[in-house]
């Protein structure tokens, strides 16, 4: 099987206007098939605030109402999707910049039954991705970009988060393709110790994850990234690697790439 | 030759939520290939007001400094593609939205040497429109949605009209296709008089379209729009018609679509 990288890349770096083209120009470089699955980053926020509208949290997760949405499907699946796309037809990356909509490649359900109400909210419903569709884009050279919009195949958009897109497609695409799933962020990896960012582990095994958690190790925002990532490998992608963005240029250049490893 | 029907919508149809609907049903069904373009409408002028940005013109033209291209690309290529695809999905159609960076399906250069700097303002680069990219998503049962957005393959969006992206559609794919290029708006057709809404043109040819201008039967904004519609039959495309939104239905189901219709 060919090989195929899914990456997904957080607000951290598409805010950053020479990061991000550090990070265009490593991935445009990748000699293999390629996916990118871009996350918000603080534009929305901004941009809802000039237009009155107060974020809302509730445990640590935006309510998207219809505003929101609205701003959203802008920034993300507009704004934000078609600078990448831009950045990498310049870096010679046939890029093609998608929401879930497009090509109806990301069928959901808005969230229904939790306590809270998410809004617009969706969850993926993974076995109805068209892989072949995917497929098609990517054996003929174009380089499908994400935008973190589902829809729910009744004329509504739905804000989906980035990593679990990026997990859904490699879930989809893992019987096709040998697929190598990495979530790029700000940090060299996962952290051993939360006091020194400079050592990491550099695997991390599904059996040793649970202990990782119960003793404190892994904590806070890392949880909810590790949980879909071991989600991805329970459901059949073979790994996962979480590193530094930077650690892309390794990638394009076939060095080692750093960061941690994540596997059955 | 297959047929092949490339429609273009303005923002009046956009902006009103039961016609974009009913216009998007009709859509659907037309049972030919197809691509549609849309304009913009009434949403990013309002944006650009709520945001403190007033939009400038000369000549009746928009100016696009980089504030109102982002509101271009976030409302155009984001919002209003985005609606009008899950739109379209929720009627089985299967489209992709795109703007012209995206498969770098538009390849276009900042206007220059004009008296007027129009700002990032995009002129089509037609001979490098990829047609083998477009006939690849048609054959697939895959319809293109493009947003009134194009780039200069160095990384830099841009703002084009979107009648003369569906001229340069329409010549690009000419050789491929047997092309109507349809523009749909608020009228019946071309009026043979202002003054009567009821009374348009059936057809008008090449030859004659010179001196309906000379002699004010067509003025103001019908000029811009049939320009681009003798320009495409110039380049070669068979006729263009001009008509109604509503016309549409007439088309998915077979019957005489009205309007008036233009060849050489």
Redesign the interface.
Known sequence: MQKLLIVKIGGNIIDNEAELSGFLESFAHIAHRKILVHGGGKTASALSK??GIEPEMVNGRRITDAETL?IV???????I???I???L??FGC??????G????ILPAHKREGSDIDYGFVGDIENDKIPSG?LA?LIE?K?VPVFAP?T?D?????LNTNADTIAKALAVALKDFYDVELIYCFEKQGVLKNKENENIIFETIRSSEYAALKNDGTITDGMIPKLDNAFDAITMGVKSVRIMHAHGLAGISFNHKPGGTLLYD
Chains 1, 2 share one sequence.
């Open positions: 000039q237009l609205k499907t802008m920034v993300y699946g507009g704004l999707n078609k600078i796309v831009a950045g037809q310049a046939n890029a093609i910049g998608l929401t909509a497009d090509a109806n569709t098609l003929n174009i919009v829809h195949q009744k004329g509504q958009l």
